[in-house]
């Protein structure tokens, strides 16, 4: 059993004891899964004598957990009267401009708890004029609620699973209510006789939560054992794929450390959030990182000392695709059939494939360009310039001096120009010079400038503080607001 500490829309702490979530059905398919795999090495070893015996041992030494308190520190948090705003001061004093929202008075009450509200589930094929019917309520009133909002329409196109809560006084309708989305719901209630309706926003929740691991087999399953959800794993997947060549570089006894968000509506989980600070360590190597907004907007995962862990380039402007034909400056070239150097990299792919951008920066060409077919030229910076050729066409909106994002679709593989088939020649150039796509060391993005410098270093440690140790007060002081 662990326990939770939540920080309440008044700010008050409150504990909640918690059974890590499904816990059991993944310990039964563990057992399962060991089960075979201990056959299938027996039968391995009876018939074939040759079976290498496997590891069975799957079980992570992880405890999914936010915070693990003594009975006794937790009787005195329970107990402690801290009012909101001592609590407010307390904080704003140990981590200045952390919480910047006021108390609230009152939360909506959109779970339909309260006496008198009933929920209708709609199902497949149900409409609102059968609800209505089936609950013997007017239909007048169904048409005065959808005409009462410019959003009270939404009501004619439910969705199976969806929520519809009412509230009826001597078998009259008296209000309806609905979500629109995550944050709001349509509240239509019937005052003199008329209907009215307004949008109510339900405030989200941001809580922090913490979870290790230790890799046995893969990071995936781990990241598993340890409660994250598959986005977080990705997430960390691609906060160290920059470094980490998870193929070949993952050894047994590997671990992690995360901090991320979790997204709470009335107390209910609603949403994962973002991871915030990580640690992995890798043969023996920690790396530590934190997710930072600068000031442009941009979003990155930077080091303890503010270094950037992305690199300005990725290595392949294609998610799927092999190599057809290498960086040669000898090569014979297929359609001219004489010695022609192939400045840049081919990748046969699917007419149609979305090519992306490597790195950011600004569309310097884009067009015809001869044997290269439909082309665009990236520009990144003084130093770098990018070439994708042979499209089958561009990506709509894209033209000369837009700005792109590295990872951006800028247009789609073809074979235009002197192509005997579908690929994508893609060239990398550094102060003008081509250089070998595959094997070019690549420069980091930006790191933090010396702007920034202060902000991050406020926000890094206290980030850090939370992985090394998380304790109720520190995760007490986030704001997502500040951290996004
Ligand atoms: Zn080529």
Do not use: C
Not at 264 to 273: D, L, P, S, Y
Not at 355 to 365: E, L, N, S, Y
Request: proline share 5%.
């Amino acid at each position: 059993m662990a326990y939770r500490v939540y920080i309440k829309n008044d700010y008050r702490p409150e504990i909640v004891r918690f059974r890590p979530e499904s816990r059991r059905w993944r310990i039964a398919f563990r057992t399962m899964l060991i089960s075979f795999l201990l056959l299938s090495t027996v039968t391995g070893f009876i018939f074939f004598e040759s079976g290498e015996p496997e590891s069975n041992n799957t079980q992570a030494a992880v405890t999914p957990f936010t915070v693990t308190i003594t009975p006794d520190a937790m009787q005195e948090a329970a107990t402690r009267e801290q009012p909101a705003l001592q609590f407010m001061e307390n904080i704003t004093t140990t981590f200045p401009g952390a919480i910047t929202r006021s108390p609230r008075e009152e939360v909506m009450e959109t779970a339909p708890d309260r006496p008198g509200w009933t929920d209708v589930k709609i199902k497949r094929g149900d409409n609102m004029a059968q609800v209505f019917n089936r609950h013997g309520l007017s239909p007048r009133d169904l048409h005065e609620i959808l005409n009462s909002h410019e959003l009270a329409p939404a009501l004619k196109h439910l969705r199976p699973g969806q929520v519809i809560s009412l509230r009826t006084k001597g078998g009259d309708l008296h209000a309806l209510k609905f979500d629109l989305d995550l944050t709001r719901t349509l509240l239509a209630t019937k005052q003199a006789g008329v209907f009215t309706s307004e949008v109510v926003i339900a405030e989200l929740e941001t809580r922090l939560e913490q979870a290790q691991g230790v890799i046995n087999d893969s990071l995936y399953l781990a990241g598993q054992d340890a409660g994250l959800s598959d986005k977080l794993i990705m997430q960390l997947i691609d906060i160290y794929g920059w470094d980490i060549d998870y193929r070949l570089d993952i050894r047994k006894g590997d671990s992690f450390r995360v901090i991320y968000e979790e997204i709470f509506k009335n107390r209910e989980k609603v949403a994962t959030g973002n991871i915030l600070a990580a640690e992995f360590s890798n043969r023996g190597r920690s790396i530590r990182s934190v997710r930072f907004a600068r000031a442009d907007g941009q979003v990155d995962y930077f080091t303890d000392n503010g270094a950037n862990m992305r690199k300005a380039f990725i290595r392949n402007p294609l998610d799927f695709g092999r190599i057809s034909s290498h960086f040669n400056l000898k090569r014979k070239h297929p359609v001219l059939n004489r010695i022609r150097a192939h400045k840049g990299v081919d990748y046969a792919a699917a007419t149609g494939t979305p090519i992306k951008a490597t790195g950011d920066g600004k569309v310097q060409f884009i067009g015809n360009k001869g044997g290269y077919g439909k082309t665009i030229i990236v520009k990144h910076g003084e130093k770098y310039s990018t070439l994708y050729a042979h499209m089958s066409r561009f990506r709509k909106g894209m033209k000369r001096g837009k700005p792109v994002k590295q990872g951006q679709v800028i247009g789609y593989v073809g074979k235009s120009g002197l192509a005997t088939g579908p690929h994508l020649h893609y060239e990398f150039r550094m102060n003008g010079v081509h250089r070998n796509p595959v094997t070019v060391s690549l420069p980091q993005a930006d790191s933090i400038s010396v702007a920034e410098t202060d902000e991050f270093r406020i926000h890094s440690s206290y980030l850090l503080a939370l992985l090394d140790a998380p304790d109720a007060e520190l995760l007490a002081q986030y704001d997502p607001k500040t951290s996004l």
